[in-house]
């Protein structure tokens, strides 16, 4: 079975500062892997998503890559402001329609 | 654009009773799921449905039952609610199971 790690659990960091968010998963197997934000009493909103196939995709102040063998996966969020406080959750995806979810990295920026 | 609609957004159940947790699509996808959210226990897989008609089982299928009528609209009901079923639910949808997941936001459920 899929095991899908978010480590930490939680991060304060001062606004201006990098971001860089963590994950990893145990079966290397995967068809494409998402980012995605949530915002308290939210749903989910996807942010990235890399196909297994690609090393990273780039969005703006955000960067993810993908290391498919090692069974690692990183966000980058450049120049963190406060309205980037929020749940950052990561999800690999087989090649079927299951997705496996982190449980999630909640971010505070500190203005 | 309004993406992916849930009503309710809140609900609250007497053990026993029964609802339908409704969620539409205008986006046309083919895909559409329904998870659970518990803390401590991430987001869970309910019921999938490929396309009109097809509906699996996820990992948390016992106590709910699902139909998907037409392809914007994924329903899901509690016969008889529990109070091991006091969650936030989320149904989200996709074109391809290769594309990004889209969510709604949320039915907050407790059952008493």
């Known amino acids: 079975k899929q095991e899908v790690t978010q480590i930490p659990a939680a991060l304060s960091v001062p606004e201006g500062e990098n971001l860089v968010l963590n994950c990893s998963f145990t079966?290397?197997?995967?068809?494409?892997l998402q980012w995605f934000r949530q915002d308290p009493g939210k749903g989910l909103t996807s942010l990235l998503l890399?196909?297994?196939?690609?090393r990273e995709q780039t969005s703006g102040r955000l960067n993810a890559s993908l290391d498919k063998s090692s069974g690692r996966s990183t966000l980058y969020i450049a120049a963190s402001q406060p309205g980037d406080s929020a749940t950052y959750l990561c999800?690999?995806?087989?090649?079927?329609?299951?997705?496996?979810f982190g449980a999630g990295t909640t971010v505070t920026v500190r203005a | 654009n309004a993406g992916v609609t849930q009503t309710p957004k809140f609900q609250v159940l007497k053990t026993g009773q029964s609802m339908t947790l409704q969620c539409a699509q205008d986006?046309?996808?083919?895909?559409m799921y329904w998870y659970r959210q518990d803390p401590g226990m991430g987001l869970r897989l309910i019921y999938y449905?490929?396309?009109?008609?097809?509906?699996d089982k996820g990992e948390v299928p016992n106590g709910y039952n699902v139909s998907r009528l037409n392809k914007r609209e994924f329903s899901l009901r509690l016969e008889s609610a529990a109070p091991s079923q006091t969650s936030v639910y989320f149904c989200?949808?996709?074109?391809?199971?290769?594309?990004?997941?889209?969510f709604g936001n949320g039915t907050r459920l407790t059952v008493t």
């Open positions: 989200a949808s996709r074109v391809t199971d290769n594309s990004p997941l889209h």
């Open positions: 986006m046309n996808h083919n895909s």
């Open positions: 079966d290397s197997a995967i068809y494409n």
């Open positions: 999800a690999v995806s087989p090649y079927d329609y299951k997705l496996s």
């Open positions: 890399i196909q297994s196939s690609q």
């Open positions: 449905s490929a396309s009109e008609g097809t509906t």
